[in-house]
């Protein structure tokens, strides 16, 4: 969206004479106010954004150290396993749509941000099932080309597959957490999905709550078409924390420090990065990884091979639409 208003002060307030509009003046001051993102976001929303953030750090966190575990093996010619490579890459998938969904929500996008929490909802159920079944997790990383993951998909994950293999992979992990197995993967995923199919599947409801965010509160008709920040998202961001509810299980014990010390040659003490110290060092965490991965040793040793030729036809898919 572009910065700069596109109209003139003296230029809206014709048009807003020629339409009969009441208080031109303050209209104006109000459309060019939302247009240049000067919105404020709702406290309450603030605090919801902050949550989520926390888990945005986490999941950075597990997926870089699921990393740190890879390039460790290496160092000591053992071959990493299919289930932390799946780990690793399913993390950092979860990662950035979390970061995609808190920029929707702080940018007042709250249906485009819902969407994402479907597509969400199963990569948590796939990374369940590449975390406890190592054999599920062989075929899923063997699954490269497009259309190998098209069979995949087929077999393993549609008409409700693979929702059923994560639920019963967990119950037989994590038998004594009823409220996840008899709760979450039941009554609050069906009461979820059905609710989040009118933000993927076309709802004329909810098209119209794109453009009247705040529909039903004392901003009702307010537009949103360019953005507006809403309390409803404190909802989209409770969904988004409660679907990773089974993760929080799933690496409670993950032995963070493991992976982390090859950083101890770069000066870092990682005993700081214990307990409640692990959020006030991920910026220095990540920027010595970053600086770290970008040494061309390390940097071809990532575990890129199994994925490189999915990675070429991705990129390469849209050229012949750029170049008819």
């Known amino acids: 969206m572009p910065k700069q208003f596109p109209w003139t002060r003296n230029r809206a307030l014709v048009l807003f004479e020629k339409l009969k509009v009441e208080n031109p003046a303050e209209k104006y001051h109000e459309l060019r106010k939302r247009w240049v993102g ?25 997926a870089t150290c699921h990393l740190m575990e890879i390039l460790n093996l290496k160092n000591q010619g053992t071959a990493h396993g299919d289930q932390t490579s799946a780990s690793m890459s399913l993390l950092a998938h979860l990662a950035t749509d979390t970061g995609a ?51 995949f998909f087929y077999r393993k994950i549609t008409g409700g597959k693979l929702a059923k293999q994560a639920k019963k992979n967990f119950k037989t992990a994590f038998p004594e957490n009823e409220e996840i197995h008899e709760w979450l993967f039941t009554e609050w995923r069906d009461e ?22 705040n529909i039903g509160g004392k901003a009702g008709f307010d537009v949103g078409l360019n953005g507006r920040p809403s309390n409803i998202s404190r909802r989209t961001i409770s969904l988004l924390i409660t679907a990773f509810m089974p993760l929080a299980h799933l690496f409670s014990s993950y032995p963070y420090l493991a992976f982390v010390e090859p950083l101890s040659k770069d000066g870092v003490d990682i005993n700081e990065l214990q307990g409640a110290r692990y959020f006030e060092m991920l910026s220095v965490f990540f920027v010595l990884v970053n600086t770290w991965l970008k040494n061309p040793q390390i940097a071809n040793e990532l575990p890129l091979q199994e994925c490189s030729a999915s990675v070429d036809q991705f990129r390469n898919s849209g050229d012949s639409l750029l170049n008819p």
């Not at 929707?104 to 249906?111: I, Q």
Request: proline content about 4%; hydrophobic content about 50%; charged content about 20%.
């Open 38 to 62: 000067a919105e404020k976001i709702p406290p309450e929303l603030k605090v919801h954004l902050v949550l989520g953030g926390a888990l945005h750090q986490w999941l950075e966190l597990l």
């Open 192 to 213: 979820t999905l059905l609710m989040l199919s009118a933000a993927v599947h076309t709802n004329h409801s909810i098209s119209f709550i794109s453009f009247f965010p």
């Open 101 to 151: 969904i808190l920029s929707l929500c702080r940018a007042g996008y709250d249906v485009q941000a819902r969407s994402l929490i479907r597509g969400i909802i199963e990569r948590i159920d796939l990374l369940i099932c590449c975390k406890l079944d190592e054999p599920f997790a062989a075929e899923y990383v063997a699954a490269g080309s497009f259309e190998e993951s098209r069979d």
